[in-house]
Nanobody, 117 residues
Framework: QVQLVESGGGLVQSGGSLRLSCAGS????????MGWYRQAPGKQRDMVAV??????NYANVVKGRFTISRDNAKNTVYLQMNSLKPEDTAVYYC????????????WGQGTQVTVSS
């Protein structure tokens, strides 16, 4: 059974920082592309950051503020979020994707991030 469990969300003031963690189980973590996505109320779920075995990719709106990293020994992916803005408020979801066309795709339950102005 595949599980992705996010943690680290919460309430923070504008300009503050948070670090999200996502612990995976039931998959060979090191070979999966891991990502963070977010969904604000009434909006679609958007990619925030993705990390493969050796590359990273970020949404333009978070470049220079957010950093994605992974520790394969701990089966965990992180999202360090700095200089947070109210528009970063959303539910953040962890994603695991097997990197082939039509590969398996898994989601965590989400963690709320709220940035107050």
């Amino acid at each position: 059974q595949v599980q992705l469990v996010e943690s680290g969300g919460g309430l923070v003031q504008s300009g503050g920082s948070l670090r999200l963690s996502c612990a995976g189980s039931g998959i060979i973590f090191s070979i999966y592309t891991m990502g963070w996505y977010r969904q604000a109320p009434g909006k679609q779920r958007d990619m925030v950051a993705v990390i493969t075995r050796d590359t990273t990719n970020y949404a333009n709106v978070v470049k220079g503020r957010f950093t994605i990293s992974r520790d394969n020994a701990k089966n965990t992916v992180y999202l360090q979020m700095n200089s947070l803005k109210p528009e970063d408020t959303a539910v953040y979801y962890c994603n695991a994707h097997y990197p082939v066309t039509g590969g398996s795709n898994y989601w965590g339950q989400g963690t709320q991030v709220t940035v107050s102005s």
